[in-house]
């Protein structure tokens, strides 16, 4: 195997930290042919979809990509803003808001970068682009409140493959999640609270997360624990008894059980039932995105309304929310404990001059740089 290869080292460089937050990924457009690309890319994980490769391959290419492409093109057609795909464009402006927040802890030396598990700009390029910049400390942020080993594990994935190739590794962080973090848990609390003092209270307040298969509970994966732990702690967090919300799970594919209740038949049944008011947020999801614009707020919406519902509030998500951007430095804080990130003007200058002193002793010593 080839190793990379390596940008030049420059004697006296003084080392450089950095946050990558990292988000699941979006298509470049929302053409069929744009969409086609990024689901081959997404559905050909094997974190994510576990069949055995062969069957799956046979499925992929000859049932999904050429039928599902373009129906999802639509899809994303609903939600396409002029800045582009919401999600990239909410997740852009995370990662600058997060520079800013940091800077203010004092953390003003740390680079702050967005990828994208799938699509781009890409996670390997990213990490590729960090090294080139001379970060040899990076904290790997995913987008994702509670663990899976479909999503978080994924990104492990591609960061262990990347650093494969790699011969001088730099530090690495991985903030494996964060679903009970008092500062999360706040900023979902406030942005509720936001919408309930604006629209009044509903009857139900149904959070909804994105499911996966059944399957992946009973083999370990801890992601159906962590979002009943969310939930429960938003709850306790707005004061509401067990009767006034519930937890779904939406997004399900094939045939397979899925984490139920599944989200559109439990708000159907709340609206038959009389309820007349149902409130929808989407803890697990940090950005909007189509799962939540076009399935929750349009398709799930008009379910609500067919089945009898008079009014259905979607709460967008977290997006650049000040509490949540003010959590994720926290989050970002603490995962970097013992880095020099925190430094005073003078602090940063004593730096500077011991690397010019580096730089010049290794010149002394015969180094060519």
């Not at 992929?60 to 093109?73: E, N, Y």
């Not at 045939?255 to 009389?274: M, N, R």
Request: with cysteine; glycine share 6%.
């Amino acid at each position: 195997m080839a190793f990379a290869k390596e940008p030049q080292y420059q004697h006296g460089t003084p080392s450089r930290s950095a946050v990558v937050l990292v988000n699941l990924g979006t298509p470049d457009e929302p053409t069929r042919s744009a969409v086609r690309r990024y689901l081959k890319q997404f559905l050909s994980d094997p974190r994510v979809v576990e069949i055995p490769r062969a069957i799956w391959w046979f499925i992929l290419h000859g049932i999904i990509l050429p039928f599902r492409s373009g129906q999802s093109a639509k899809k994303y057609q609903s939600i396409w803003t002029k800045e582009g795909s919401p999600l990239k464009v909410h997740t852009q402006a995370q990662a600058m808001l997060l520079r800013g927040a940091l800077g203010e802890r004092g953390h003003s030396e740390i680079i702050v970068a967005m990828a994208m598990r799938y699509g781009s700009p890409s996670l390997p390029d990213v990490l590729a682009r960090l090294k080139e910049d001379g970060c040899d400390r990076i904290a790997i942020l995913p987008a994702y409140p509670q663990y899976s080993g479909t999503t978080t594990g994924s990104i492990w994935d591609a960061v262990f493959a990347h650093f494969k190739r790699v011969r001088n590794v730099p530090e690495l962080r991985l903030v494996r999640g964060y679903h009970d973090h008092e500062a999360y848990i706040d900023a979902l609390r406030d942005a509720v609270l936001a919408h309930w003092d604006a629209n009044g209270r509903p009857e139900k307040l149904v959070m909804s997360f994105h499911g996966v298969p059944r399957r992946t509970l009973l083999l370990g994966d801890p992601y159906h624990c962590e979002c009943l732990k969310t939930a429960r702690l938003l709850a306790a967090r707005l004061k509401l008894n067990e009767d006034q919300y519930l937890v779904t799970f939406q997004s399900r594919f094939g045939k397979a059980e899925w984490l139920q209740p599944y989200t559109a038949p439990t708000v159907q049944q709340l609206a038959q039932s009389g309820v007349r008011r149902v409130d929808l947020i989407c803890p697990g999801f940090t950005s909007d995105c189509l799962e939540t614009l076009e399935e929750i707020n349009m398709e799930v919406r008009h379910d609500f309304m067919a089945a009898g519902g008079k009014e259905f509030h979607y709460i967008p998500c977290l997006n650049e929310n000040p509490a949540w951007i003010a959590a994720l430095a926290e989050i970002a804080e603490q995962n970097m404990i013992g880095w020099p990130t925190l430094m005073t003007s003078s602090q940063r200058e004593l730096l500077k001059k011991e690397a010019e002193g580096q730089r010049e002793r290794a010149l002394a010593r015969g180094a060519q740089q």
